[in-house]
């Protein structure tokens, strides 16, 4: 099973004696932190306990599971490459990447070798000013996650920094390079129709369509609409664009294409959602 985000940036925070989820993999990056239980942690079929104060950092192609034993207490950031991209010249996305891609590998083997409580502690301390800061903010992610998230993840990668990392590890696999090839062209639908993508990552258009939805568990028409949707969303929520503006923004020359496309996908029209998440 996977589970697909298209938010950036989402926080989870609860309290469970059942984890709610079947065995899944994401198309996204996970920070998890435990605290107040015990269990069983089942990341990509080999198995580790976990007690008290633990933190996990699950990239896109891991799978996993728990088995709680102990009422278990859930602080999760899940966030796509693009929260920690955004607003960053070329050289410091690169860095992003590489940090990103090797990152849940090192982490893996450092937690192995020894846990650092006072980096777990510090760490937790910075996520739970997240997690105030997002209820505060009514479920809304702010700059300030941003940064903040950036900080948790320098962090983590410096107390790893003694790790052998392979060159090759730091090639970012091709589904993530669509995924963001797609998030960053959402606003240009003349990018993201299946002939310019497959002839951008060297497949045949049969060959792109098979491995999106092998990867993706959807196609890739289900992914790029749902990406969309949550996006004009978002806007329509967080902003002072007018509906004609935010239509423009997403392609859309003809304001009743966008009301059609809206609703199809929300059974609203842009301007009932607009009125009933009037923030």
């Not at 991209?85 to 020894?114: C, H, M, P």
């Not at 491995?211 to 890739?220: A, I, K, R």
């Amino acid at each position: 099973m996977k589970l697909v985000q298209f938010e950036p940036l989402f926080l989870r925070h609860f309290r469970t004696e059942e984890w709610p989820f079947t065995y899944h993999n994401h198309n996204h990056y996970e920070l998890m932190l435990i605290s107040e239980g015990s269990g069983i942690h089942d990341l990509n079929k080999e198995q580790s306990t976990y007690q008290g104060n633990t933190i996990f950092f699950l990239s896109p192609e891991d799978s996993h599971h728990f088995y709680i034993e102990e009422q278990t207490r859930f602080r999760v950031i899940k966030f796509l490459p693009s929260a920690v991209k955004d607003g960053v010249n070329a050289s410091i996305t690169d860095y992003w990447d590489n940090l990103l891609i090797n990152l849940g590998r090192k982490w893996e083997v450092s937690k192995q070798n020894s846990i650092d409580i006072e980096l777990v502690n510090k760490i937790i301390s910075i996520v739970d000013l997240m997690i105030t800061e997002w209820e505060q903010n009514d479920h809304r992610t702010t700059e300030l996650h941003t940064n903040l998230l950036r900080s948790v993840l320098i962090l983590m990668d410096q107390s790893t920094s003694q790790s052998t990392v392979l060159a090759e590890q730091y090639n970012t696999s091709k589904i993530e390079r669509i995924q963001n090839y797609i998030h960053a062209y959402i606003h240009l639908p003349d990018c993201l129709g299946v002939k310019h993508l497959s002839h951008e990552f060297g497949l045949s258009e049969s060959g792109f369509r098979n491995y999106f939805s092998t990867n993706m568990g959807m196609n890739l028409t289900q992914y790029i609409n749902g990406l969309k949707i949550e996006m004009i969303k978002k806007r329509i929520k967080h902003s002072d664009h007018n509906l004609s503006a935010i239509a423009l923004e997403f392609g859309f020359t003809d304001a009743s294409h966008f009301t059609k496309y809206f609703m199809k996908h929300t059974t609203l029209t842009p301007l009932q959602f607009k009125r009933e998440n009037k923030v």
